[in-house]
């Protein structure tokens, strides 16, 4: 017998073998009085037919905790497995960590020589967290960005994928000549446009520890270097958090959204910066509903100048068929 053929039987045999797994799962999944689907009923530990109510199997265990909680810090204090693994963390979350309460398991204070010694041990073990001059990097880096995000109010998904972007840069040898402060800054600046929660360079800056023409330069080489598919700012993308901050009314928000899609339409905002846009859009619908705001309080929301408010809000209401009245 060839070794071919040797290969086709036994290739049969898996075959075969596949075949009657996948029926037997099959079966599983079916009523054996019906043929209807079954699913499973976790409160009550049944698996039952949705067509003719049959319990299929019963007394499953539940592979849930034992314990109920009620609300988030009840949940905390009674799981006992650690946080999941996350991008934010240097180490992803798989370092142990020494609390800072100066307790013991009962709740007791500490003495002296105790505390000395649980110091000590903090400090070995965050000198131990990280183990090269790459590591140090990261951890420096990834807390600038949770700093940022912090003051900016960025969601947790930004951070994230900031801190994925900026990983990648720093596989990708990226940081020689440029320093971890204007990476970091870059990332997070990439990462909120790809999550459609974008913030103007001037905010950014504002928050960062480097200057505004090193985070665009940084942020150009970074998107070039990785092949990041960065979608031009959508101005619309502003308008709620404009609106928000100056306490102005949904209809305002729509109105606002509406000049905007008109400006698309005519092609007004090709080459225009979609911050002042969007801030000469809520200054325009707020006169149009009629609700008082004024061009410096819009100005101090979007960190923008007046000027550029008067010369976008003159183009919108043209587009959009004349001022009001």
Not at 165 to 173: G, H, N, P, Q, S
Request: aromatic share 4%.
């Amino acid at each position: 017998m060839t070794d071919s053929t040797i290969r086709t039987h036994s290739d049969e045999r898996r075959e075969t073998e596949r075949e009657e797994s996948l029926e037997e799962a099959d079966e599983r999944e079916r009523c054996p009085e019906c043929g209807g689907r079954v699913i499973s009923d976790d409160e009550h530990g049944e698996t039952v037919c949705v067509e003719c109510g049959l319990v299929v199997d019963e007394d499953e265990i539940d592979r849930g905790p034992e314990w109920r909680a009620f609300d988030s810090a009840e949940k905390d204090s009674k799981s006992r497995v650690g946080a999941p693994t996350t991008n934010m963390m240097h180490d992803q979350g798989l370092s142990t960590n020494i609390g800072w309460q100066d307790k013991d398991a009962y709740g007791k204070s500490l003495s002296s020589r105790q505390r000395q010694k649980m110091q000590r041990l903090r400090t070995w073990n965050e000198r131990f967290r990280t183990r090269d001059s790459k590591e140090r990097n990261l951890k420096q880096a990834l807390g600038e960005i949770d700093r940022m995000a912090s003051a900016l109010g960025l969601p947790e998904n930004v951070r994230e994928t900031a801190s994925v972007i900026y990983r990648r840069a720093l596989e990708e040898d990226l940081l020689p000549g440029r320093s971890i402060e204007g990476v970091a800054t870059s990332s997070l600046y990439a990462a909120a446009r790809q999550a459609g929660t974008p913030r103007s360079l001037d905010e950014i800056s504002a928050v960062s520890r480097v200057e505004k023409d090193e985070i665009a330069r940084t942020y150009r080489y970074v998107i070039r270097e990785l092949g990041l598919e960065v979608k031009p700012a959508d101005p619309e993308s502003y308008v709620p958090r404009f609106a928000s901050d100056l306490e102005l009314s949904d209809e305002t928000e729509r109105r606002a959204r509406t000049l905007l899609k008109t400006a698309k339409e005519e092609g007004i905002h090709s080459g225009k910066s979609p911050v002042g846009l969007a801030a000469a859009a809520v200054y325009a619908a707020a006169l149009l509903t009629n609700e008082k705001v004024t061009q410096n309080e819009v100005s101090d929301v979007a960190s923008i100048s007046e000027v550029t408010i008067r010369n976008r809000y003159h183009e919108l209401l043209e587009a959009e068929g004349g001022a009001p009245a």
